[in-house]
């Protein structure tokens, strides 16, 4: 059975969605069924024949689609090859469609396109499944599960919260909509009452984002809090194994498929964050639930708790990580295979 992926971003490209197909794809597992990989760029309308014969030229069995991605752009040409393939060819094609829920409405209404045709789709959570089936009812019988794993690996030796040198951090990509704001007005409150906490913030800047980017750097400046840019994931593993706590307020709350809140819990960080609509209670019970007026006082006073109580905190995000998210990528590599070996029965 010959399984290709097609993506429309990768590294060094800056996509959440790349990169969690880069670790996919490179994992033990996916090496040992030979994965093939198909990425590019050129998602024009005007290329879409050259497009579908470079993904034939695979001879594969079953087509695994990324999507979305920042490659696509807004180009409707993948659902388009999404419908040839499923509907005019013997190739199995699924999609992975990762935060239905969390599309714009025309980007949803593209999506029914690969929805209403695709093969299989696959969804990272079952909110986002639950909430396509409501539209889509025959989906029921041809979507399935498989949940994200941290593209951020754990690192080889953990400190404890006494160890660590930075006591807040933030990361992830500097853009609009991840509550970088939020953030900074807690560390500017943290400021105003002289206490000495030492903030750092982390990420990268997709493409199209420098000047929301320069904002945010002004800020940073302002409450003289370091940014570093454009880590290696052992770098960022370095600094989380090396902070107390990460303030992650997102706009929609706190959920399972954040891979920042994954990375951060993944390696012992104490994690901040607010609730919504995505956050069950297992993951409420798991982390620190804020509100950002109340954002300051908390870290505030989770700084100031004995070792022993911080360490309790770790503990509870490590368990839920262990009880309810996938262990390793090798796992997810897994849920594909079956998957596409239950589409080409």
Not at 22 to 40: G, H, Q
Not at 72 to 81: A, C, M, T
Not at 198 to 213: C, H
Request: charged share 20%; net charge positive; with cysteine.
């Amino acid at each position: 059975m010959k399984i290709l992926i097609v993506t429309g971003s990768y590294p060094p490209e800056t996509c959440g969605v790349g990169d969690y197909t880069y670790n996919l794809f490179n994992c033990v597992a996916a090496r040992a069924s030979k994965w093939m990989l198909y990425t590019s760029r050129n998602w024009k309308f005007k290329s879409i024949c050259k497009t579908i014969r470079e993904i034939k030229a695979f001879s594969a069995d079953v087509i695994f689609m990324q999507s979305p991605t920042m490659g696509y752009g807004w180009s409707l040409v993948p659902h388009i090859v999404t419908a040839f393939f499923s509907c005019c060819t013997p190739i199995k094609y699924a999609v992975v469609l990762h935060e239905f829920t969390q599309l714009s409405f025309k980007a949803r209404l593209a999506a029914s396109i690969m929805l209403l045709t695709a093969n299989h789709v696959v969804f990272t959570n079952e909110t986002d499944r639950q909430s396509a089936i409501h539209y889509f009812r025959r989906l029921r019988k041809r979507s399935s599960v498989v949940k994200i794993f941290s593209n951020i690996q754990k690192v080889p030796k953990p400190k404890t919260t006494d160890q660590r040198r930075f006591d807040l951090v933030n990361f992830g990509h500097i853009r609009p909509g991840k509550g970088i704001e939020v953030f900074l007005q807690a560390v500017q409150e943290i400021r105003s009452q002289a206490i000495p906490a030492q903030v750092i913030l982390v990420g990268q800047v997709p493409k199209g984002y420098e000047p929301y980017y320069e904002q945010i750097a002004e800020m940073c400046a302002r409450l003289s809090v370091p940014i570093r840019l454009n880590l290696s994931d052992e770098e960022v593993a370095s600094i989380l194994n090396d902070s107390k706590i990460a303030y992650l307020p997102f706009p929609d709350g706190i959920s399972e498929r954040r891979g920042s809140f994954l990375a951060a819990a993944t390696n012992g960080v104490i994690v901040l964050s607010n609730a919504g609509r995505f956050t069950y209670e297992a993951l409420r019970q798991s982390v620190v639930i804020t509100s950002p007026e109340c954002a300051a006082r908390n870290i505030i006073r989770i700084l100031s708790l004995p070792t022993e109580r911080q360490v309790e905190l770790q503990r509870k995000s490590l368990l839920f990580l262990s009880e309810y998210m996938p262990h390793s990528w090798d796992e997810i590599a897994t849920a594909y295979n079956n998957i596409a070996s239950n589409l080409t029965k």
